[in-house]
């Protein structure tokens, strides 16, 4: 029997209060020991009576039976230094135990009572890079055996019947956490300009299955965020400038991760992309009315809660409009009373970074305590684990944590759990399948757009393929697909195809390029010389296929770009 998320939202919310009542208040009951831990309900249900098929009932059985530390440890999702469970580098160890006082992830999730961790790392154009301050993957065969002994560590504990969450940022583009071994998908602005959410769905279900299979079971995707300015940390992450046709393609999105038994979660609310600033390095505003954010900023992130996604990520940033001076982490108005009040959203609720600057204005612990009180159920990456937990301890036993407001945290994560639960496992041959690269294919070779020149015309060989500096890879996998298109590559001369990607401003341009193609956000375009202007907003091997298939004049480009860009239009296609 399927569960929809918003009757989930009703049981979840009557079976809370009935446990959040029969708890004593902090004043009444003393806090209970490491050992001794208090349940969080005076009678719990006993789990032989509870249906199967009930997500919210089982998660408030088991947090009926839980002390307060599980509780506690059941809101923190914390990274953690090395490649293995139970065993790591001497300096792996060294930052476990600065980050947790443990030499390992097995015995963080231990000592912690943890109900989930996230997987780290980051790639060479990675905007994100600042706060991913180790990495956990390299290959698909060391995550599987990463993942399997987390949930071993993790079964041990007193809320182990519910499965360990271990999550991770794999939005593919420029934001992808494992990338070696498994398909990889076009950004979502590539996906933006395709505008065909089906296609969208495909190959978000094949990433899925994929993350399913190394033991990831929630994914920090999609970007909900409508790029409204011209943000370099949002950049290409995002669908594009359009709410309506973002809010499809996030939708899309959803619905193909979550086919594929993996958690969806819909980021950076209440919108990133309406501001240019880094809250990777600060605080952004946004200055935009409220009726400007309901109208251009939230629509994606309605369209995922609609399309069932599990979780919402809250971020940095001051919406001056709802709750000025607040980051939306830490505001009651944004979370409690407009993403669950006005957008209806009943799932988890997950902060970005607690290691990023703006939520590092208090220690760990209170920086947790103001999140977990203004809405947020699940708080990620703090910056010292154990300090995070003492001060989460210590508010709910002096009062400052409510006791309800944990519990029902709790219980929406479990919830959340248990949805995910008995899903199939699928086997690490799924990864880079035939069909997975189908499906990442179509939808970067229906991303690719003709901003400038012929629609659809083959450029005339032999071909060029030259780059901005450090693309060495992406030039080869171009050349190897040119090549098999029936497309001569030579070393110098003839037609000269210029790629420019993440990062890449005028001066990365080449004057004497034919074909001048961006690989990330197009904006770049504007500037270039070439009688030809392409964008794939991506360099995938999937990306470099389709554009090769473009050039060779095999496939008809059937891209728009999905932003503005100044003096060249979507397309010069008639579509």
Partial sequence: MSISPRRVGVVLVALTALLASGCSGPADRPGPTPSTGTPAAAVPTPAASVPADDPAARAAALVATLADEDLVGQVLMPYAYGDAATAVSPGSAAGNQKLAGVDTPAEMIAKYRLGGLILVGFSADDPTSGNQETTNVDNPEQVRALTTGLRTAAGKLPAGAAPFLVG?????????????????????????????????????????????????????????????????????????????????????AVRGLQAAGVAATVKHFPGHGHSAADSHKDLPVLGQSRAVLERGAWPPFTAGIDAGAMAVMSAHLDARSVDPGTAATFSHKLLTEVL?????????????????????????????????????????????????YDGLLAALRDGQLPRPRLVEAATRVLTMKFRLAGGPTPGLSTLNAPAHRKAAGDLAAAAVTVLRGACGKAVPGPVTVTSSGGRDHTRKALTEALTAAGVRVVPSGGTVVHLVGYGDRA????????????????????????????????????????????????????????????????TTCRL
Wanted: charged share 15%; proline share 8%.
């Fill in 507 to 570: 001066g990365d341009l080449r004057a004497d390029a034919a074909v001048t193609v961006a690989m990330d956000t197009p904006y770049v375009l504007a500037e270039a010389a070439s009688p030809t202007l392409l964008a794939t907003y991506s360099s995938s091997r999937a990306s470099m296929t389709g554009l090769a298939g473009v050039l060779a004049g095999k496939l008809r480009p059937t891209g728009r770009s999905p932003v503005p860009v100044t003096g060249l239009p979507a």
């Fill in 168 to 252: 991770t940022d794999q939005e593919h583009g420029v934001v992808t956490r494992i990338t070696d071994g498994v398909t990889l998908l076009p950004s979502a602005l590539a996906a933006g300009a395709a505008g065909r959410p089906e296609l969208t769905e495909a190959a978000w279900r094949a990433a899925g299955t994929e993350l399913a299979a190394m033991g990831i079971n929630l994914d920090f995707a999609p970007v909900a965020d409508v790029l409204a300015t011209r943000s370099t940390v949002i950049g290409s992450r995002s669908y594009g400038a359009d709410p309506k046709r973002s809010a499809a393609q996030v939708a899309g």
């Fill in 340 to 388: 669950r009040g006005q957008l209806g959203f009943t799932g988890v609720v997950v902060t970005d970074g607690m290691n990023m600057p703006p939520a590092k204005r208090w220690s760990p612990g209170e920086a947790a305590v103001r999140a977990l009180t203004a809405g947020n159920d699940l708080i990620l990456m703090p910056p010292h684990v154990g300090q995070a």
